[in-house]
């Protein structure tokens, strides 16, 4: 039988509070609260996966482990074209440590140039997972179709958001007001799956 998901407490099972912020605003109209990863201090799970699927049924599933509460993930990441598809599931990693997104945006510029491709599209793709504490799992991936600019616009959002120009869009993610972007962004794409299968 189909598992549903009942309005109450859920775990958002990420460390990105940029990501927490688009979640809040995508479930907790549903009647969802959301508690995140940081707010309960949880440990950070190494994403030893190859996939965008993979990784975030294994963040889910630490956290569903971790609290005894279903819990909700998103693991996601700009693919680009030109090159073959990364950074994708390195996105984050790309940006170094401590976390530096123009570093991570100048990098993926550096090699779309060095390409000497004037292709410039790309795609931000997300996996949602649930997992429930029974080990049950649910997981839905989103895209949304785009072309990169450089210099980075904007100040909303986070990440590759200021590069990034969504298909019929003349503006960045990065300067268009959160609503507009939560509406038609790959987290929202995945969202809409999930929202369709659960509900
Ligand atoms: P958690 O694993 O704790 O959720 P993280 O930032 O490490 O946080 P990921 O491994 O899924 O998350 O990495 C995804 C990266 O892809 C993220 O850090 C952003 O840089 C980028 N990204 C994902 N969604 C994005 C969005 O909506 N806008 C801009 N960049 C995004």
């Known amino acids: 039988m189909r598992r549903k998901l009942e309005p109450g407490r859920l775990v958002a099972a990420t460390h990105n509070a940029g990501k927490v912020v688009e979640l809040c605003d995508l479930f907790e109209p549903l009647g969802y609260q959301i508690k995140s990863a940081i707010e309960l201090d949880l440990d950070e799970p ?5 996939t965008f699927t993979g990784n975030a049924i294994l963040k889910a599933r630490a956290a569903a482990i971790a609290t005894g509460a279903p819990a909700l993930s998103d693991d996601s990441g700009l693919a680009v074209n030109a090159l073959g598809g990364m950074p994708g599931i390195y996105s984050a990693r790309w940006a170094g440590q401590p976390r530096d997104f123009y570093r991570a945006m100048q990098k993926v510029e550096t090699a779309l140039q060095e390409t000497g491709s004037d292709d410039r599209s ?10 429930w504490p ?14 990169l600019v450089w210099p980075p616009r904007g100040e909303q959002g986070f990440g590759y958001d200021p590069m990034f120009i969504a298909t019929g869009e ?8 959160p609503a507009k972007k939560h509406a038609m962004s790959h987290r929202a794409d995945a969202f809409e799956k999930l929202k369709a299968y659960l509900l």
């Open 122 to 131: 790309a795609r931000f793709i997300c996996a949602l997972a649930i997992v």
């Open 46 to 50: 190494e994403e030893t996966e190859m």
């Open 134 to 147: 029974d080990d049950e799992e649910l997981v839905f991936e989103g895209t949304v179709e785009g072309n």
């Open 170 to 177: 003349d503006i960045t993610f990065g300067e268009m007001e």
